[in-house]
């Protein structure tokens, strides 16, 4: 076996047993990359001598006895929306194609100082708009299970590069679904966690009220040691909240018994493909036989959901988008010949098509005249679908769904009908409207071999519970198995 196809964990022992060094574990990333990459385009940047010196930097404080975190000398991509200082921060888009951040992100200081070795940035759809990676200004990135199809998106390389072993786990971002989607398409693990537990300072704002930073692995327990990484909170975010984050990774135990798992019978609707509805309820089938209960439960305004997130994703997304005029950094249109030219070239120019469409859109509800009929009541929605989940909770401890309505489809297949990419979220977005953390575990495969990914729900800041009911599932389903490449 492959030093790269060991979990972050193992690796994570047997660094700290010494049977490997850091260098040794980085290069092996590294080859892997030089191997597959071309095929799988994952990475928009590529941050080889730095990984390595920081490899040699772990290696020698180990050597000198230091006692050193789980996650030093683990090679991590990192979404190319999340700032990394002296390391180009693209968003996917022709407007930063050359930005430089000057600071890193929190989520970035927090894994360098535990020695953790960042392997580059990873490629996403522009600005994380989109369910396939294919609105990347650069590239399009491939699904390691075939090569034909999307990785989803909007944290297409994050799952693409773990899924292909060319980092051991990443950072992604998720506003409606951009961890957990992807995830499920290629096969591996994805958390949103709950909003306000993880830092957003210096993660390119999307739609602030529902961006939420998160982690990518082959197995739950990677993904919750990166988890454990990430979560604090940061005077810098203020809306990161003031708690303990107990260790989600010391916690997993496989025991569901006595777990209550609810069935909401609006994500096992028609708009979701039957085989995998069908994997899905043979997981909690498992899960059953390991204890847990289930419950049929209702939540009534799933059906919303999707034009309510749209509403509120584009609205925020405009105005946070409009910094991007030409003037304090990115992309400037050449020759401009005034101030308003200026603004209108660089920006049709710097923007791809989806951006622009969602800040027209976004521009429009919160115009006056339609901020009531669209704006308004889309944040109306909000308060009621939290107000479902809330209640649902209370008769349960998870909510357990499909993540993905179908399996990754082909690379074009949807390009020209975003209604039809936007379905895609169909299961997700509610997630992100309440501010609730999911975990997406691969449950099943279709028959030509592409993964399905069942999501788990769970209750604020109880990011234990659904990783712990993850790891049950994964311990009867079994863990991740590389797709040849
Ligand atoms: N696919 C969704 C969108 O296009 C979600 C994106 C995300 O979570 N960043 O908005």
Known sequence: MKLYEYKAYEQSEMLKKGEISARELTESYFERIDEVESKVDAYITLNRENALLSADDVDKKRASGEALDKLAGIPIGIKDNISTDGIKTTCASKMLENYEPVFNATVVNKLKSKGAVITGKLNMDEFAMGSSTENSYFKKTKNPFDLDCVPGGSSGGSAAAVAACEASLALGSDTGGSIRQPASLCGVVGLKPTYGSVSRYGLVAFASSLDQIGPFGRCVKDVALLQDAIAGHDKMDATSVKMDHASTFDSLTGDVSGLRIGIPKEYFGSGVNDDVKASVMQSVEELVKKGAVIKEISLPSTDYALSAYYIIACAEASSNLARFDGVKYGYRCDKPKSLIDMYERTRSEGFGREV???????????????????????????LRIKDEFNRAFEGVDVIA?????????????????????????????????????????????????????????????????????????????????????
């Open 356 to 382: 622009k469409r969602r800040i027209i859109l976004g521009t429009f509800v919160l115009s006056s005249g339609y901020y009531d009929a669209y704006y308004k009541k889309a944040k109306l929605l909000q």
């Open 401 to 485: 769904t499909p993540t993905s309505p179908f399996e990754a489809f082909k690379i074009g297949e949807k390009v020209g009908d975003p209604l039809s990419m936007y379905s895609a979220d169909i299961c997700t977005v509610t997630v992100n409207i309440a501010g609730l953390p999911a975990v997406s575990v691969p449950c099943g495969y279709s028959k030509n071999g592409l993964p399905y990914g069942m999501q788990l729900i769970g209750r604020h800041f109880d990011e234990k519970t659904i990783l712990n009911a993850a790891y049950a599932h994964e311990m009867c389903f079994g863990v991740f198995k590389a797709p040849k490449l």
